[in-house]
Nanobody, 128 residues
Framework: QVQLVESGGGLVQAGGSLRLSCATS????????IGWVRQAPGKEREGIIC????????YYIETAKSRFTISRDNAKTSVSLQLNNLRPEDAGTYYC?????????????????????WGRGTQVTVSS
């Protein structure tokens, strides 16, 4: 059974940092791309970033490029998302996700939030 479990969310002041983690199981981790998606209250989910096994990270929102970093650990079958210089507008539920079974590559920009398997999410709150 494919499973994704996020952790690391919390409350942080604007300008602060958080490190989110996504623990995975049930599939051949090194072959799949893993993405992070967030959803703010009252808004649609938006793709943030994705990492595959063989290419640089794919960013889906411009504001993440200078502040967020994704990394993967094939030995631990986990993916991390480092969030720096957080802003109030970054608040929301953060999900890790993958396309399964055909998910070797990250989604194209138009489909940055389109995945088949999702974790339950971790909450990020940013105070101003």
């Amino acid at each position: 059974q494919v499973q994704l479990v996020e952790s690391g969310g919390g409350l942080v002041q604007a300008g602060g940092s958080l490190r989110l983690s996504c623990a995975t199981s049930g599939f051949t981790f090194e072959k799949f791309a893993i993405g992070w998606v967030r959803q703010a209250p009252g808004k649609e989910r938006e793709g943030i970033i994705c990492v595959s096994h063989s290419a640089p990270a794919t960013y889906y929102i411009e504001t993440a490029k200078s502040r967020f970093t994704i990394s993967r650990d094939n030995a631990k079958t986990s993916v991390s998302l480092q969030l720096n210089n957080l802003r109030p507008e970054d608040a929301g539920t953060y999900y890790c996700a993958l396309r399964y079974p055909d998910g070797n590559d990250c989604p194209s920009p138009r489909f940055g939030a389109v995945y088949d398997v999702w974790g339950r999410g971790t909450q990020v709150t940013v105070s101003s």
